[in-house]
């Protein structure tokens, strides 16, 4: 922990050098204005726990946007405007900032999101969800690297607490409920006790979260470096039940997840098989109803989908002395995500050799002829030449056409019977 109140060797410490110039040069022009500029946020959390990270969130007594304007001339940058909440989003070559007005905020109901005034930055600090994210470091010229802690955040660090700053903090944002849990984990830290008695009484405002949102805080559940953590805690909290109540945060998934980043390169597995691995236990229906409530993309569901559909392959796939045809057939309508999803949370070494195979050679088998030459060999235009194709790669995968020479005779044999 820092003994000082001034950050200023700490950042230059951890911050890489440019990013530095760049907070400077900020301040500076902020100052021009006669505005001042703070880092807040993760960042200054994270500076005091020696972790890495790279979304630099920057609040200004002043204007956010017209202040993201004039800095994206100096370094060359687009400017995205989020008028509603006066913030602007920065970004250059492969930076990301977000400049937000100081502001005061309140809530019209449970849930809602919030109204929005200006305000100082100690107000902008007390609408934050805990009081380790609620430190500022000033950036203004003379005051460069100045802590500013008014609810004890460096207090709760040294004590490794997740604490929120007010009662009423979850009736506010209810989602604060998965970051509660996401910190706590992520950092080994506890949350405060007062903090989880309001947390656990407040848990009944997460059903007025729309599930877009409820999407959100899963996909960042999903990107730590344990999920499974989080969903343990989270299905010990109640929390997970929210989704659905059959989806488990137990022994079987933290070895599934486990396994899963033993197989994945470079280490973290996608979302999506992540969210398999998690939906597996549900049945299709109940799959269904979790796609519609967490809306989730297209291409998501259809893994999910795939998953529900090939565990009702599983007793078939689980036969050892399956025919490389029947394999092809039985996997052939799923995506390679699916497939690592079932492969995974199996526990058949069957069923995953047969995985194996598909994924590795039979779905890259292809017949020797093509659409061309069965019009040349007489087969007319249309539906029959698929048919004839899917006929051939059939007789391929069955060992049956081993050169192109066999699928010609087979396909003469074909023509001729009809
Ligand atoms: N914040 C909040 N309530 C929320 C979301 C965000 O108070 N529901 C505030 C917190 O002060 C947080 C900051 O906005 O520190 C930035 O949010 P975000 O980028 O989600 O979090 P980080 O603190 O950057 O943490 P992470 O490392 O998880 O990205």
Known sequence: MLEAANLRRQMVRQIPLDTIEFLESAGL?????????????????DLFLNRKTVDLDLVV?????????R??????????????FGTATLTWTDRRIDLATARAESYARPGALPIVKAGSLVDDLFRRDFTVNAMAVDLSP???????DPYGGRFDLSRKLIRILHEKSFVDDATRVWRAIRYEQRLGFHIEDITLSLLKRDLPHLDSISGDRIRHEMELTLREEYPEK???RAAELGVLAKLHPDLKGNGWLKRKFEEARQLSVPGRPSVSLYLALLAYPLCAGDVEKLIAYLRLPRSLAHVLRNVAVLKGSLRALAQPRLHPSRVYLLLNQSSPPALAALSIATDSEVVRGHIRAYLERLRYVKPALTGDDLNKMGIASGPQIGEVLR?????KLAGKAKSREEEERLVGRWSRRT
Do not use: C, F, P
């Not at 006929?391 to 007789?395: G, I, Y």
């Open 391 to 395: 006929r051939l790669l059939e007789a």
């Open 142 to 148: 003379g005051h460069w690297g100045n802590l500013i």
């Open 29 to 45: 022009v902020a100052a021009n204005s006669g505005w001042r500029l703070y880092l807040v946020g993760g960042m200054v959390r």
């Open 71 to 84: 800095l994206a001339e100096i370094t060359g940058g687009k400017v995205v405007i989020h008028s509603r």
């Open 230 to 232: 989080v969903l343990r």
């Open 61 to 69: 007594e002043g204007d956010a946007v017209n202040l993201a304007q």
